[in-house]
């Protein structure tokens, strides 16, 4: 009961947790929309396809090493 007592009558406390619900939403959601878009499905049409060119980025990698 101590906790739950703390945290419903937190004032400064309530509006900190929003700010950080809402920094976490934007990090996590828009964020990966804007800069990391699917590019095998956009690139890509059938998982054949996607396949092979993950095989092909993996050994070619490996080969240069």
Not at 11 to 29: D, H, Q
Not at 32 to 51: C, G, H, M, V
Request: avoid cysteine; proline fraction near 2%; charged fraction near 25%.
């Amino acid at each position: 009961m101590f906790y739950y007592t703390g945290f419903r009558d937190m004032t400064v406390g309530k509006t900190l947790w929003m700010i950080i619900l809402v920094k976490l939403f934007i990090f996590f959601v828009v964020m990966k929309f804007l800069f990391f878009p699917n590019f095998l499905s956009t690139n890509f049409d059938s998982d054949e396809a996607r396949a092979e060119h993950v095989r092909n980025e993996l050994t070619s990698r490996s080969d240069k090493r």
